[in-house]
């Protein structure tokens, strides 16, 4: 008997199970927040937004007072719009080509700025003239063949590794930074000494083309008492410049130059 109810269940409950469709899993619904790139918003999220098109402070770092916008991504071509506090800005290996008068426009509060290795070919002459307390200026690494008007509280300034020409720095470029302790002018092709003020402390013009001096560059001619007490050290290695056809040009100096010479 038992046996017999067994086959029935078998016959009966077994084609029914294999004829039912399969009940599929329900699928999650996921709610995609909107952050208005809905297709008429005209913006196409796959398209990066251009570093010029981003606040500051959010291309760069801002802290207390100073902003580091260094190999920033996306390229960074143009000098950023600072924070009205900004007292030092480090804005190095970008893509900048150009410094524009509003670039720091009403930036009172700049002390130092330094744009090492760009590719800086052009700065409008007042760019830096009207920051009344600039200290430092770097702009080193990039492609300047003049040089714009400096600050009058300039105290130091650094133009390593340019292409200067002589005729792009005026003789008196430097003469009224009464305030200037270092100057760095190496790696350029600068074919003369500028005026050099009584202020300097360092002075760097190796790898020039400067082939020659007189008495007065560094000294008074005409006066073997004047002793330039400030200048510690001077740089006119790799520059076609023989040092012994210049015997009276370093006399008021307490150390010759230093670097190798022919």
Excluded at 58 to 81: A, I, M
Excluded at 126 to 141: D, I
Excluded at 152 to 159: H, Y
Aim: glycine share 4%.
């Amino acid at each position: 008997m038992m046996q017999l109810r067994i086959l029935i269940f078998t016959s009966v409950m077994i084609p029914w199970i294999l004829s039912s469709p399969a009940r599929k899993p329900k699928k999650e619904v996921v709610n995609i927040p909107d952050y208005g790139l809905s297709e008429d918003s005209g913006t196409d999220p796959e398209v990066s937004p251009k570093a010029e098109e981003l606040p500051t402070c959010l291309l760069c770092v801002c802290l207390s007072g100073s902003v580091y916008c260094e190999e920033v991504s996306p390229d960074l071509s143009v000098v950023p719009s600072l924070p009205k506090e900004t007292a030092y800005l480090y804005a190095r290996f970008n893509k900048i080509t150009k410094i524009k008068n509003k670039d720091f426009a009403d930036m009172a509060t700049l002390r130092r700025i330094d744009l090492t290795g760009n590719l800086i070919a052009e700065i409008d002459d007042g760019a830096f003239s009207k920051l009344p307390n600039l200290e430092e200026l770097t702009l080193a690494e990039n492609r300047l063949t003049k040089l714009p008007v400096l600050p009058n509280k300039l105290m130091s300034f650094n133009a390593n590794f340019n292409k200067l020409k002589t005729q792009g720095v005026k003789a008196t470029a430097f003469k009224k930074l009464t305030r200037l302790a270092y100057l760095y002018l190496g790696n350029n092709e600068l074919t003369a000494v500028p005026h050099l003020p009584e202020s300097l402390h360092v002075v760097h013009l190796h790898n020039n083309k400067i082939s020659t001096i007189t008495d007065e560059t560094f000294c008074k001619g005409n006066s073997s008492h004047y002793i330039r007490t400030n200048m510690d050290e001077v740089r006119l290695d790799g520059n076609p410049l023989k040092l012994s056809q210049h015997p009276n040009s370093f006399i008021c100096l307490q150390s010759l130059p230093i670097g190798w010479y022919n």
